[in-house]
């Protein structure tokens, strides 16, 4: 089984530089996967990432899979939301292409150890989950960051995730794919985190469903509280003693630094693989993407798109049906239709909403 592994990530040119990390990490412990990127973008004009992207053995655009509509249904979401809208699609088309086993990986997650102990898991089970936490917190601050937080934004943390090719595994692919063409949504409000809290479902309704407790598999900021890094005498990184197999390194130079700063404490393990993972993102070699980039961010006349924006045409039945493109700026377009019915939502919008780096 483990000769026989897909796995996939899915990005977008802004997070290029984490994506190649996670493919050379990754190519490291495995070299005999197939490693595919699927990428929700197209590249800002004027550059060549042929030589980058050469590292994954296929790449596919977003706009490839069988999603109907594709433009009017994609405006509907922001950057996050789109990335991970598309997981349940792709994961859909690698099983039926024939994969045995696909693993889906965060393209900000780094490899450090083989998987194989994990892979082998779906020789009695179908699907692979890992949950933000496998041991209880104690203290009152922890539980409000680590446990309440998962209560709100999902059990299971979808930087990982493993599925056979199954009639289980064929099933959950089908109903996740279902679900996040529906709703996949930055919403918790409204019960909803993405393509996350849809899996909190997943044990109640599919069989064979194992939970990966292994505290050396998506260790990140969310349970620093409960695991501990250490070097052996062999060089390799422990987590409470069983091998590091990936580090998910999610919202860096942001609120990660914060959390993972706040509970590495005296594990100074910790911060070294963080500053580790800094560095290399600095040696990537790509530096010409354009600060919070995004193909599908902007009007085709260059006027970044609120949120406001998509949220009116996410719910709104007949704006949806109507505008085929509604990323268009021109003629008969719902850019036109804003300025005439709701251009206070376009009122803060911008020219260009990125910047060079």
Known sequence: ??????????????????????????RQAHPTWKIWALITDKPPPGTDFSSQLAEFDNVLSADQLEIPRFDAWLFKHDVVEASTAVKGEMLRHLLRAGAEVVVYLDPDIAVFHSLDSTIAKLSDASILLTPHQVEPNTIEGSIRDNELTSLKYGVFNLGFLAVKNDETGSSFAEWWAKQLHFACYDEPQNGLF?????CDLVPGLFDRVLVERDPGCNV????????????????????NDSPLKFYHFTKIDREGDL??????????????VWKWYKRALEHTGVSNVPKGYWHYGNFSNGVKIPKSVRELFRYSVSLYEYFEDPFRADGDSFFRWLERERADLLSNSIVGGFEAI
């Open 1 to 26: 089984m483990r000769d026989s592994v897909v796995c996939f990530t899915s990005f977008t040119f802004s997070y290029l530089t984490r994506a190649l990390i996670m493919v050379r990490t990754l």
């Open 194 to 198: 993405t393509d996350q809290k849809w």
């Open 220 to 239: 990140a900021s969310w349970n620093l509280s409960q695991r501990h890094l250490h070097v052996s005498s062999n060089g390799g990184i422990l987590v």
């Open 259 to 272: 959390m993972t700063e706040k509970y590495s404490g005296d594990n100074v393990e910790v911060m070294e």
